[in-house]
């Protein structure tokens, strides 16, 4: 059962009387709505009234309004203002620009703008690379979307993608020390996307394509990694293809299996379940079937698209037909990024031995957590409030902190698979287990040690 959280928290500033029970009946009322209190707090005091912030996690917005309205309820409470503090975070913006260099005086100025920047312009005039160098091209990456594929929302555009592009570029500041700048198209035409891009890229490092829809999105990044000198990474696909092997890597070292062996169930074939099946495949699985809402992807099949037809090609030795639940008799490993609620604990029953399952649809998995649990040795998700979150977090910061520390040119598929190593190996010997398969998305270690096993790729 979902519980209330912090994505949900409200703060309800409200009159009550001064009385020894108000508190109490205060806390009773939220928690008879399903609320859960994380503050209480009294801001003004008067002979006939206290004036009380009360903030609590809800479930939702229409949660949060119940609630309330409970509140309103009691006697002698007056609701005077319901502030959603997520929406206050949000206030202005995430992000700002900062300067990095003094501006004090004349002679600050004339170094850092006019007539001392001429110099500087004239350098990278008479060679290009230096703006590697002498520009904020040296650290700033360019998290680009068309807003056509938000999170689990759907096609929002470029305005609604904004605040997602805000949060994305203050991680990479948090975990990376990157400067990102949100880039968000108004526009969802494949050839004027590419351009876009192409006519921004001389001031980037980098380009992290974010929330495009597959699968334009293949076809965007193919030619843009063909047209640029600069990294193009595709953070729907490779970042979590990167956590996803990662977190595999371990889980089968808890199981005792090898990848060699294993027969992999890969349910959703956008842009996150063919990028996992490429990268997997990269590490010579037994055999990886594919399943859309279509059922399971074979040769067979009539009305694949290119994608789809590149999939059954290398996948599905047997050429097996049949929906999901037929695709899971006797594999060792499901991976999901589809949709919620699609199987129960009776179909993990039919998996292989101490089978794995990562259900990472959100925010509501494949299958509940605790019912794959009756069943399989290793179990994993895309949320927080489980163990063993599979969380992009973990990759895009050090993959671009060592794309960048390298000068990279391009990325490859040994960097991503460096990367995925990686982050295993943040958990040791002795602190993985079941529960323990990747690191905390909060774990200081992991971005630099992603960052420099990226950087030793790239330069190798």
């Given at each position: 059962m ?20 108000a ?37 939702s ?31 202005g ?7 990095k ?19 500087v312009?004239?350098?990278?005039a ?21 807003g056509?594929?938000?999170l689990?929302?759907g ?16 991680l ?20 004027e ?9 001389p ?34 696909q490779h970042?979590t293809?990167?956590v ?12 005792g ?8 169930t ?24 594919a ?11 009539p ?5 789809l037809?590149?999939?059954a ?23 999901g ?36 649990q ?11 409030d ?7 977090v ?7 902190r ?7 040119r391009?990325i490859?598929?040994a ?14 010997g ?8 990747v690191?905390?998305v909060?774990?200081?270690?992991v ?14």
């Amino acid at each position: 059962m979902p519980v209330p959280g912090p994505g949900y928290s409200i703060t309800v500033r409200l009159e009550a009387p001064p009385s020894a029970s108000a508190a109490g009946d205060l806390t009773s009322a939220v928690g008879r709505a399903g609320g859960v209190i994380t503050a209480f707090d009294v801001v003004e005091s008067h002979n006939d009234r206290v004036v009380i912030d009360l903030t609590c996690n809800a479930l939702s917005a229409n949660h949060a309004k119940d609630i309330t309205d409970t509140l309103e309820t009691l006697p002698g409470i007056v609701v005077r203002k319901v502030s959603d503090r997520t929406f206050l975070v949000h206030l202005g913006g995430k992000i700002e620009i900062a300067s990095k260099v003094p501006l004090r005086n004349r002679d600050d100025l004339s170094r850092a703008y006019t007539p001392g920047v001429a110099r500087v312009c004239e350098a990278i005039a008479k060679n290009p690379d230096d703006a590697r160098r002498l520009t904020i091209k040296r650290n700033t990456v360019a998290v680009v979307t068309d807003g056509s594929a938000v999170l689990g929302l759907g096609n929002l555009g470029p305005a609604a993608a904004l605040p997602v592009m805000e949060g994305k570029a203050a991680l990479f500041k948090k975990f990376a020390g990157v400067d990102a700048w949100p880039v968000c198209l108004d526009t969802q035409d494949t050839e004027e996307i590419i351009r876009a891009v192409e006519l921004i890229a001389p001031v980037y490092g980098g380009i992290n394509l974010e929330d495009i829809s597959a699968p334009r999105c293949f076809e965007i990044e193919a030619r843009l990694r063909e047209k640029l000198d600069i990294p193009v990474f595709h953070d729907d696909q490779h970042g979590t293809a990167i956590v996803v092997v990662a977190a595999l890597r371990n889980a089968l070292r808890v199981v005792g299996k090898d990848i060699k062996d294993c027969r992999i169930t890969v349910c959703g074939v956008g842009a996150a379940g063919s990028a996992i099946i490429r990268l997997l495949q990269a590490q010579s699985p037994g055999d990886i079937i594919a399943v859309d809402v279509d059922g399971i992807v074979h040769r067979d099949r009539p009305g694949l698209d290119a994608n789809l037809k590149s999939i059954a090609s290398s996948t599905n030795k047997d050429n097996q037909a049949g929906r999901l639940h037929d695709a899971l008799v006797g594999s060792d490993v499901f991976i999901g990024v589809s949709a919620p609620n699609l199987f129960g604990a009776e179909q993990v029953a039919t998996m292989a031995k101490d089978a794995i399952v990562f259900a990472l649809a959100n925010p509501d998995p494949e299958i509940d957590p605790m019912e794959a649990q009756q069943h399989a040795a290793v179990v994993a998700t895309g949320r927080s409030d489980f163990p063993n979150q599979i969380n992009n977090v973990l990759a895009f910061p050090g993959v671009f902190r060592g794309l960048l520390d390298a000068h990279a040119r391009t990325i490859t598929d040994a960097m991503l698979l460096a990367a995925a190593a990686a982050i295993a190996d943040v958990v040791d010997g002795d602190r993985l287990n079941a529960s323990f398969i990747v690191p905390s998305v909060f774990d200081n270690t992991v971005a630099p040690a992603v960052a420099e096993a990226v950087r030793k790729a790239a330069t190798s």
